[in-house]
């Protein structure tokens, strides 16, 4: 069996073009949706990520402010652009771009954002209020894979579904929204037992481990969905946590790396700052962008 390859790149693309639709209707009512991208330091990666946000977020139609701070620059200072942000009606969403230098505390940054503004969905009420059932705003990795599993599988409910990593960036809301769709949801991590026993038994698996090829195509139960987050730099390019080219030849889809859950990322960061421009101006959730 040859797996059908999930071309997150195609659904990315269509993503932003509902996004563009969606945008311009809210600028025809006279509201520009505003996203704020803040980057402490000079992580080559982040500088990457974060032009690549800010030229997409120009893209849709949306205003984008950049923030820069040195490395050395004081928590307070952080915390001081955080709350003038808060405050800035034309900001929507506020993003400040992850890892942050180490003499930062992360949880007091991100709780210092508005929970309305947190368009990455980290600040610990839009934990809350996703475990919970309520409206929330969703970490855009984990509501990419969700997109891509629901166009794939249509209902989830009642699939047993395994996420292999418990980081509050992937991990734990993945499951969260895979629960909130009635999946049967294992979490996965280091110190699980069992492990490829546990992934045979999936109807979906979902790998954020941040190791290479680390998922072998064994593990992987025939037909099973495979949804590859992790983005790993080898001496052979990129790759993710699933053994592809193994696993591809078992599972019923799944997403390669590059060209997978990436390009969702992004996208679903747009579809955040929507969904936050229209609860700011009392209007519904736009369509299709939401959990
Ligand atoms: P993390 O390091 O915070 O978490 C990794 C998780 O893997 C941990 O919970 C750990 O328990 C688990 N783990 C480690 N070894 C394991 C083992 N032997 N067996 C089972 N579980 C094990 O990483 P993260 O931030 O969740 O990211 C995971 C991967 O996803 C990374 O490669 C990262 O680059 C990638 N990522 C991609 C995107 C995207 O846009 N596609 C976004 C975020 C993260």
Same mark, same amino acid.
Not at 88 to 91: F, H, I, L, T
Not at 119 to 122: K, L, R, S, W
Not at 210 to 218: A, E
């Given at each position: 069996m040859t797996a059908k390859v999930i071309d997150g790149k195609a659904f990315a693309a269509g993503l932003r073009e509902q996004i563009k639709l969606q945008t311009a209707a809210m600028i025809a009512q006279g509201i520009t949706p505003g996203l704020a991208v803040v980057l402490v330091g000079e992580d080559p990666a982040s500088q990457v990520y974060v032009r690549s946000k800010e030229k997409q977020t120009r893209e849709t139609g949306m205003n984008s402010f950049a923030h820069r701070l040195s490395?050395?620059? #004081?928590q307070a200072e952080l915390l001081a652009l955080i709350e003038q942000l808060n405050n800035? #009606?034309? %900001?929507n969403g506020i993003l400040v771009q992850l890892p942050l230098p180490a003499h930062m505390d992360e949880a007091a940054v991100i709780n210092a954002i508005r929970p309305e503004k947190d %368009? +990455? $969905?980290?600040h610990i009420l839009n934990v809350g209020r996703l475990a919970t059932g309520q409206k929330a705003m969703v970490p855009c990795t984990p509501l990419g894979c969700l997109m891509l599993l629901r166009d794939l599988l249509g209902d989830l409910s009642g699939k047993s579904a395994v996420v292999i990593g418990r980081s509050n960036i992937v991990g734990k809301p993945m499951a969260q929204l895979l629960l909130r769709d009635s999946a049967t949801v294992t979490i996965a991590h280091s110190r699980t037992r069992n492990l490829p026993e546990l992934c045979r038994q999936a109807d979906i698996v979902v790998a954020a481990v941040?190791? #290479?090829?680390?998922?072998? $195509? +064994?593990w992987i139960k025939p037909g099973a969905a495979v949804v590859d987050v992790g983005i790993n730099r080898t001496d052979d390019g990129l790759v993710g946590d699933v053994d592809f080219a193994a696993a591809s030849q078992i599972a019923g889809a799944i997403t390669p790396v #590059? $060209?997978?859950v990436g390009p969702m990322t992004i996208a679903c960061l747009l579809a955040s700052t929507l969904t936050a421009t229209a609860r700011a101006n009392g209007l519904p959730d736009p369509e299709g962008l939401t959990p």
């Open positions: 490395a050395e620059a #004081p800035d #009606p034309a %900001v %368009v +990455d $969905g980290f941040g190791r #290479p090829n680390f998922v072998q $195509g +064994d #590059p $060209g997978g």
